[in-house]
T-cell receptor
């Protein structure tokens, strides 16, 4: 069964600190993995998208890693800011025949950044 | 670039009425749009895939007669919740795929999400 599991479920850190969020997946075959940030009551915003051949990708203070062998990914946030408080969702795209590639969504990690 | 808007951002309606939600790609053309539903503390659930000029493809368990989807142009898709009931209360999110994507980007199936519409049925 195709699944995406994230940990921790929730996390609270102090402003300025770093944190790392984890994502394990069992989606096969694999096309790409993406991390989204979703603020409360808003739609998801893409942070990074990585294909099979990419091990790491950065977007400002966000750095994602991918180990396709162990089927694990992480999202590292450096120098956290209050505005980083949101849900971070790991999403894996599996390959299907034709163009209808569906996304397998994780439940997300709820991050709270306190002053 | 790649901005998707939704209207309204929130709506409250009485049980039995119909509600229409619009999804627009503002600065690109989208042959394909997707409609999702999200319940509190749940992940997004794909409801249907909307293709411009053709019938939408619904996911298993989603009633096509209850959730009417129209994708009349390359920049607009609408979702109509017919005869809404309290259990339809949810956060509805659309996304759009840029028709201009080619080669590697098209294979990635990159989607741009709208801000969502909060539906409350009393």
């Amino acid at each position: 069964k195709n699944q995406v599991e994230q940990s921790p479920q929730s996390l609270i850190i102090l402003e300025g600190k770093n944190c790392t969020l984890q994502c394990n997946y069992t989606v096969s075959p694999f096309s790409n993995l993406r991390w989204y940030k979703q603020d409360t009551g808003r739609g998801p915003v893409s942070l990074t998208i990585m294909t099979f051949s990419e091990n790491t990708k950065s977007n400002g203070r966000y750095t994602a890693t991918l180990d396709a062998d162990t089927k694990q990914s992480s999202l590292h946030i450096t120098a956290s800011q209050l505005s980083d408080s949101a849900s971070y969702i790991c999403v894996v795209s599996g390959e299907h025949a034709g163009n209808n590639r569906k996304l397998i969504w994780g439940l997300g990690t709820s991050l709270g950044v306190n002053p | 670039g790649a901005v998707v808007s939704q209207h309204p951002s929130w709506v409250i309606c009485k049980s039995g009425t119909s509600v229409k939600i619009e999804c627009r790609s503002l600065d690109f053309q989208a042959t394909t749009m997707f409609w999702y539903r999200q319940f509190p503390k749940q992940s997004l659930m794909l409801m249907a895939t909307s293709n411009e000029g053709s019938k939408a493809t619904y996911e298993q368990g989603v009633e096509k007669d209850k959730f009417l989807i129209n994708h009349a142009s390359l920049t607009l898709s609408t979702l109509t919740v017919t005869s809404a009931h309290p259990e339809d209360s949810s956060f509805y999110i659309c996304s759009a795929r840029d028709v201009g994507q080619e080669g590697g980007r098209a294979l990635i199936n990159e989607q741009f999400f709208g801000p969502g519409t909060r539906l409350t049925v009393l």
